[in-house]
T-cell receptor, first 117, second 115 residues
Framework: AQTVTQSQPEMSVQEAETVTLSCTYD???????LFWYKQPPSRQMILVIR??????QNATENRFSVNFQKAAKSFSLKISDSQLGDTAMYFC??????????????FGQGTILTVHP | KAGVTQTPRYLIKTRGQQVTLSCSPI?????VSWYQQTPGQGLQFLFE???????NKGNFPGRFSGRQFSNSRSEMNVSTLELGDSALYLC??????????????FGDGTRLSIL
């Protein structure tokens, strides 16, 4: 069984500063995908960034980037130039590529990020 | 392109009743997954459907069931409702069933409250 752990229940950051959210995971599969999703108070889950485990290069999407450490099973999210609209719950999630994991995302418990003006 | 549509947005039921929630995926998406979100348990996978077949199932009792139609729309049903079933139910769609067809795109959810 796979697990995803987010050890920071809450984080806060000042507008325009940088913040890093932590995530560790465990899976017995060799090929898998990792995601960061954002859930604002409006409650719709929005994909922030995605990383394929077999790719060495860390994914980036504008102000969002990840630090993927496969050996350590660590997948942190860095948000640069934080904006008020980044205030949300952030979830780290894992999808195994094989086996019987069809359509299943395993989520961490989430980190509430508050961006202060 | 329209996103994932879930109806209804809010629902209030009493213990012992049953409920049906609906999810229309993004056009062209054939995989639909359902999740339950609660403050205590977080996000938990319920089941996934692809081409009208349930391909994967989470660790939920048999009171939770679902189906998918030929147009990829999906419904989930919960029978004999319990207080603990109060949750936000999220539906997500993707092109295919495997992880290589991720990411999943989520709807706004249905907030179910049991009195």
């Amino acid at each position: 069984a796979q697990t995803v752990t987010q050890s920071q229940p809450e984080m806060s950051v000042q507008e325009a500063e940088t913040v890093t959210l932590s995530c560790t995971y465990d899976t017995s599969e060799s090929n898998y995908y990792l995601f960061w999703y954002k859930q604002p108070p409006s409650r719709q889950m929005i994909l922030v960034i995605r990383q394929e485990a077999y790719k060495q290069q860390n994914a980036t999407e504008n102000r969002f980037s990840v630090n993927f450490q496969k050996a350590a099973k660590s997948f942190s999210l860095k948000i640069s130039d934080s904006q008020l609209g980044d205030t949300a719950m952030y979830f780290c999630a894992l999808a195994n590529a094989g086996g019987t994991s069809y359509g299943k995302l395993t989520f961490g418990q989430g980190t509430i990020l508050t961006v202060h003006p | 392109k329209a996103g994932v549509t879930q109806t209804p947005r809010y629902l209030i039921k009493t213990r012992g009743q049953q409920v049906t929630l609906s999810c229309s995926p993004i056009s062209g998406h054939r995989s639909v997954s359902w999740y339950q979100q609660t403050p205590g348990q977080g996000l938990q996978f319920l089941f996934e459907y692809f081409s009208e077949t349930q391909r994967n199932k989470g660790n939920f009792p048999g009171r939770f069931s679902g189906r998918q139609f030929s147009n990829s729309r999906s419904e989930m049903n919960v029978s004999t409702l319990e207080l603990g079933d109060s949750a936000l139910y999220l539906c997500a769609s993707s092109l295919g069933s495997g992880a290589e067809n991720q990411p999943q795109h989520f709807g706004d959810g249905t907030r179910l409250s049991i009195l």
